[in-house]
Every structure is written in structure tokens, then in C-alpha cells.
């Protein structure tokens, strides 16, 4: 379960008759409802954030190869 992208999908009852899933991070204690319309582009727009954290805290190491 903590392997892989920190972020959680969630899909029930609740948020089908409200036609969204429930969307977080598993940094932040926030969850946000996203209509199922626009699901796929708010998963892409938080995959990216993360991924752009996670090269800003990249640190180069000199080789000596």
C-alpha cells in the first residue's frame, strides 16, 4: 500500500450518486471530491506536482566514473 505514487482514488456508493470520486494525498489530510468528468485530468495535474517535488528534492551527486 505505500509503495507507488502517494495518491488515493476513492470510489463508493457516496461519491457515485454525487457522480465524483474522492481524491488525496497521502501527505495532506485533505481529501477533495472531483467530478468524475474531470477525474482523469486532476489525477494527472497531482501526479505531476508530485513528481515535480520529489526532483526538486533530487540532490546530484558527483561521479567519479
Known sequence: DLIGIPLRLTLSER???KD???IKRRD???TEL???ARL????QS???ALEA???AKVV???FDG
Open 60 to 62: 546530484e551527486m558527483p
Open 15 to 17: 461519491t457515485l450518486s
Open 40 to 43: 482523469g485530468e486532476e489525477t
Open 34 to 36: 472531483v467530478p468524475l
Open 46 to 48: 497531482l501526479i505531476a
Open 53 to 55: 517535488e520529489i526532483a
Open 20 to 22: 465524483s470520486a474522492e
Open 28 to 30: 495532506q489530510a485533505e
